[in-house]
């Protein structure tokens, strides 16, 4: 695996190492030259034709950045939740969308982790970019998010697990070759690695047209058995096996959501300033100028807050759960505000395609779903009552 996307001596940093400003620098400038391969009508194409990104995930498989988190004994780079939250910022921030890319890097972390020496085999080739490594089914039509109230069974059969779900908004399920189930044993919440292809006729994946191109479906497993050697590790202990990883995962959303912030925040301030009415620029009026300077408070605030929970999760403060869903939630509601300004700016140009700007307002409002982090940071950080 070629890993000219970083700089030598961040290979093998261990996850509490902090990479120096001129190295994030390197990773920046690698992902802007990648993504000068696929420019925005590439974007624009795979969201009208509602298609994997086949051609820039195998660019960025080329380019080493999947083992950003895999340690190098797997295969992986090993550089840590701070440098993937740059990648991923920047694709974004270019007009890509890092969905995929930011799947590949973080889902496997569950069986880097937990995993038995004999499923952590298959993080080489993940790492490699040659096996797609993209879903993990959790969610369910009746409980949601409620990971403690599954209805998918997982029961065992001599030396071996016969397992029947309903999954609901689970994401690239159609393009992946491993996937995580979580379902409900005798035990407890368990944890499954499966190959969807070897599931047969047990396994239906049904598409979900969302507004924006997430490659959603719904999963369903009629009486699927597989081995015990599927199981993550212990049986009723598969939350704190996903959960290891909700810190990482949701830093890395919330700088998806700060690069998207950015892509539109540089396309208004551009047109803002060429854009001309009643003989002079458009960002010369209060109320162009207005929303664009609060919608950069609010990113700058969020990418703040990114930085804080990374150096909580490095540090092991128990801060981190607290810090991290914070930066989450306020740049997914900067990337929204920002969405919207970008709209004044553009006014009904903003709704048309060729500016770019409605992608990114569709994309944006898939962020924005954050009860449960309310929820949790009402419980955990404030202490109320827990909300029923």
Known sequence: ???????????????ADVPTSSEFESVRTGIRKLMEHFPLDYWAEQDRQRTFPTAFFDAVAEAGYFGTLIPQAHGGVDAGPAVASVIVEE?????????????????????????????????????AGKLRFLAVAATEPDSGADMSSLQSTARRDGDAWVLDAQKVFISMAEHTERMLLLMKAEEGPTVF????????????????????????????????????????????KGLACLGKGFFARRILAAAECIGNARFLLDRSLEHARVRRTFDRPIGQNQGVQYPLAQAYAKVEAADLMRWDA????????????????????????????????????????????????????????????????LSYLSHTVLDLPRAF
């Open 91 to 127: 694709i974004n921030r270019a007009g890509g969308d890092a969905t995929a890319v930011n799947a590949q890097m973080t889902i496997c972390g569950t069986v880097a982790r937990d995993g038995s020496e004999s499923q952590r085999a298959c993080l080489p080739e993940v790492a």
């Open 193 to 236: 690695l499966v190959e969807p292809q070897q599931l047969g006729e047990a396994l239906e994946i049904r598409p979900v047209e969302l507004m924006s191109n997430r490659m959603t479906t719904m999963v369903f497993i009629d009486g699927a058995r597989v081995p015990d050697s599927a199981r993550v590790g212990p049986a009723g």
């Open 1 to 15: 695996m070629t890993r000219r996307g970083f700089p030598q001596n961040m290979l093998g940093m261990t996850f």
């Open 310 to 373: 990374l150096r909580a999760v490095a540090s092991g403060s128990p801060d981190a759960g607290g810090r991290s869903a914070m930066a989450k939630v306020l740049a997914s509601e900067a990337a929204w505000e920002t969405a919207r300004a970008a709209l004044t700016t553009f006014g009904a140009w903003g709704l048309s395609g060729e500016y770019h700007v409605e992608r990114k307002l569709r994309e944006s409002s898939v962020y924005v779903f954050n009860n449960m982090l």
